[in-house]
């Protein structure tokens, strides 16, 4: 991302927060006013999240675990256990979304997929990552590949995990 589309990208969102307080504040009735503090919150909770996964995204789950372990810790002594049942199961589903996406990508053979791997793991992260993810792997295998080839009728790559395993285990040698 270019320096010029980071800075668009911020003023839009301050924008919209300015533009969000100024309906709260020139609103004529309190219920009005309450609707665009509730736009508010919702606005920034939907930044928050969203910019949770462009860090897991970008940094890796190995580094994210030190950011997981505070938020998990927040979660649990602001709303309690179910709160944090809900922190680890939504952890699972992004970071089990990004792996999967770049299994496939991999499998696919996208050169970006490969760095990404090797710029992120060993083989011994990889294969524990790979255990924990499996089904998700599985999952959007189907959802990515066997849907749209029911669907279009167009070719499909046979889908070994074992095979992409081993591939894994070759491109992350030291």
Same mark, same amino acid.
């Given at each position: 991302m270019k320096k010029k589309d980071q800075l668009y990208f911020i003023l839009?969102?301050?924008?919209?927060?300015f533009l969000l307080l100024a309906g709260a504040w020139t609103s004529p009735t309190f219920a009005e006013e309450q609707s665009y503090i509730e736009a508010i919150v919702m606005f920034g909770a939907l930044l928050f999240v969203f910019s949770v996964v462009v860090i897991v995204a970008a940094l890796g789950f190995h580094?994210?675990?030190l950011f997981m372990a505070l938020f998990l810790a927040m979660a649990?002594?602001?709303y309690g256990v179910e709160a944090g049942v809900m922190v680890i199961g939504?952890?699972?589903?992004?970071?089990?979304?990004v792996f999967a996406i770049e299994m496939l990508l991999y499998h696919n053979g996208v050169e970006s997929a490969v760095r990404w /791997? @090797?710029?992120r793991y060993? /083989? @011994?992260?990889?294969s524990r990552e790979y255990k924990a993810f499996y089904p998700m792997i599985w999952i959007f295998y189907f959802l990515f590949e066997?849907?749209?080839?029911r669907f279009t009728g167009e070719s499909i790559a046979s889908f070994n995990p074992q095979k992409l395993y081993e591939q894994?285990?070759?491109?992350?040698r030291p």
């Open positions: 839009a969102v301050v924008g919209a927060f580094s994210f675990a649990v002594s602001l939504m952890t699972y589903v992004v970071w089990g979304l /791997f @090797r710029e060993t /083989f @011994r992260t990889f066997y849907l749209p080839h894994m285990r070759e491109d992350l």
